[in-house]
């Protein structure tokens, strides 16, 4: 019987403390069961039975079969968004112009399957600053990354890979945000370049929700 419990607890892949939480008895009661010191019977032992899908009497004997799981897996295929790729310089006024714009801003297309929203555009990665040469993430030149501008609070972007624009700079930069109190840096992946340190002096365009690349 012990044997049986554990079995089917494992292949349900359910720990030994959420079964025990389900049942509402400890997890040492569950762990007595699993190695034979005790046995569940009664009340306890139905609702065990409950809880792995099976019945008392494959659990105290073997007999019969555990209840089988026939349903059937159907497969979610979510619908690709196109996203627009547009230039550095595009990027930087992409959310004020996105109504305005037209075909002839965009320089080529890819797409999604990440939820996004309909200002979402694309960019090519240019130079090596987010090229990780010690592994991954790496952002090597040539990738496209998948941009959502409306990425919500300032504060849930720290660690992640945002798309930015300096003052005084018209093009646009991807980089990983950073928190290093008191200050906030743009920070490369690649050890290479120096970080650039921000206080009021760059504008957050987008977050990075998704990275293609070609090999």
């Known amino acids: 019987m012990k044997d049986r419990i554990r079995a089917r607890r494992l292949q349900m892949d359910v720990t ?23 046995k569940p ?5 139905h609702q065990l ?3 792995l899908s099976t019945t008392p009497e494959w659990l105290l004997y073997g007999e019969g079969d555990a209840k089988q799981d026939d349903t059937k897996v159907t497969p979610f295929i979510k619908q690709p968004t196109a996203v627009p790729i547009i230039s550095a310089v595009q990027a930087g006024h992409w959310t004020e112009s996105f109504a305005a714009s037209r075909l002839t801003d965009v320089i080529t297309w ?21 090229t ?7 952002i090597p030149e040539g990738s496209i990354v998948i941009v959502e501008p409306n990425y919500g609070q300032l504060d ?13 700079s018209s093009e646009a930069t991807v980089k990983k945000l950073v928190w290093d109190s008191p200050f906030a840096y743009l920070m490369p992946l690649n050890p290479s370049f120096k970080p650039i340190q921000i206080d009021g002096n ?4 987008g977050r990075v929700v998704q990275i293609t690349q070609n090999i």
């Not at 079964?19 to 762990?31: C, E, H, I």
């Not at 019977?41 to 032992?45: R, V």
């Not at 760059?202 to 365009?205: A, E, H, L, P």
Request: hydrophobic residues 40%.
């Open 16 to 38: 030994q403390l959420n079964l025990a939480k389900r049942l509402g008895v400890s997890r040492v009661s569950v762990t007595k069961w699993e190695s034979g010191i005790t």
């Open 41 to 45: 019977d009664g009340e306890n032992l």
């Open 49 to 51: 039975a409950l809880a």
């Open 110 to 130: 890819t797409q999604t399957t990440a939820d996004v929203s309909q200002e979402v555009f694309g960019l090519v990665v240019r130079g090596e600053s987010m």
């Open 132 to 138: 990780n040469p010690n592994g991954l993430p790496s």
């Open 156 to 168: 849930d972007l720290y660690g992640k890979i945002v798309v930015a624009i300096l003052d005084g």
């Open 202 to 205: 760059c504008r957050i365009i």
